[in-house]
Nanobody, 128 residues
């Protein structure tokens, strides 16, 4: 059974950077949709991903609030997707969840949560 394992969260000052990683342990599919979602303290998880990527084409998509600051990328050899976060703001503080729809490919990778059917446990990011 495939498991998504996030890492890389932590605390950073405003304007700083962090890189999150999500490894799809046990995944054998080459074409996957992967995304990053977040849940701010005291709020529900956002239905729109901050970023998404198709692992075969490398095509990406970003939420409006992070475009230009966050970059999603993948290393297919490691079954890992990264989220490079720059110019972080206190509003970016949240638990970040990796999500996937395995054996999936297409045009522009969707950002809506209903598209994803596999979720990680999350990693905490605090910006102060």
């Amino acid at each position: 059974q495939v498991q998504l394992v996030e890492s890389g969260g932590g605390s950073v000052q405003t304007g700083g950077s962090l890189t999150l990683a999500c490894t799809a342990a046990g995944n054998t599919y080459r074409k996957n949709l992967m995304g990053w979602f977040r849940q701010a303290p005291g709020k529900e998880r956002e239905d729109i991903a901050v970023a998404s990527i198709y692992t075969d084409s490398g095509r990406t998509n970003y939420g409006a609030s992070v475009e230009g600051r966050f970059t999603i990328s993948r290393d297919n050899a490691k079954n890992t997707v990264y989220l490079q976060m720059n110019s972080l703001k206190p509003d970016d503080s949240a638990t970040y969840y990796c999500a996937a729809n395995l054996n999936s490919h297409g045009g522009r990778p969707p950002l809506t949560s209903v598209t994803y059917n596999l979720w990680g446990r999350g990693t905490q990011v605090t910006v102060s």
